[in-house]
């Protein structure tokens, strides 16, 4: 004999009551966010969020004979400003994916917000990933936020994703030509 509170159960799930909260959506930064771009590239911020707008994805090029950094960051929490107050994503949260292109490493860091809550961490280091090279194919992974340690060491002090202000892209020695294109980058909220 079934019990009426188990059909009562299998009603809900199966219609879709126990699904996931729909106050956490998954957020796409390529489609929402404004990027920011500094250091030796081809492009300027006006024309990485313009091809952004129009093709859908976001495409960087080293200049030629680079000299220093490329760093291509996007708050979590869509602003016009390259700094703002940090995002409390929820304990649900466990990833962010990646659909991406690179002909060299880039590392990704996770910046968090300043203890007075009005802005990001400047300076010093970050929570970090690898995000390896992947000249020929886009290439789409899943990086768990645990994996996001101080200075990228087992060690390190692990990435507070309740005070999660935004993600650095940054190709810490281009050469010349090197391209990255992102066509997503999806926080698991």
Not at 7 to 22: A, Q, R
Not at 143 to 150: A, M, R, V
Not at 157 to 185: R, T, W
């Amino acid at each position: 004999m079934i019990r009426f509170p188990f059909l009562i159960l299998v009603l809900f799930i199966s219609c879709g009551f126990l699904s996931k909260n729909p106050n956490h959506k998954d957020i796409n930064l390529v489609e929402s966010n404004t990027w920011f771009i500094a250091g030796p590239a081809k492009e300027t911020q006006e024309t990485i969020n313009l091809i952004r707008q129009k093709e859908g994805i976001i495409r960087v090029t080293a200049q030629n004979a680079p000299v220093g950094e490329i760093e291509l960051n996007v708050m979590i929490t869509a602003s016009n400003s390259n700094d703002g107050p940090a995002t409390n994503l929820s304990d649900t949260s466990k990833f962010v994916s990646i659909t991406y292109k690179s002909s060299q490493l880039i590392k990704i860091q996770a910046r968090e917000g300043n203890k007075e809550g009005t802005g990001c961490v400047h300076g010093g280091s970050h929570p970090r990933v690898d995000l390896q090279a992947s000249p020929e194919k886009f290439t789409t992974i899943k990086i768990p936020w645990s994996d996001f340690k101080q200075d990228g060491l087992p060690d390190g002090k692990l990435l507070d994703i309740h005070n999660l202000c935004k993600l650095n892209f940054v190709n810490y020695n281009p050469v010349s030509g090197a391209l990255l294109e992102i066509k997503s980058v999806i926080v698991q909220n």
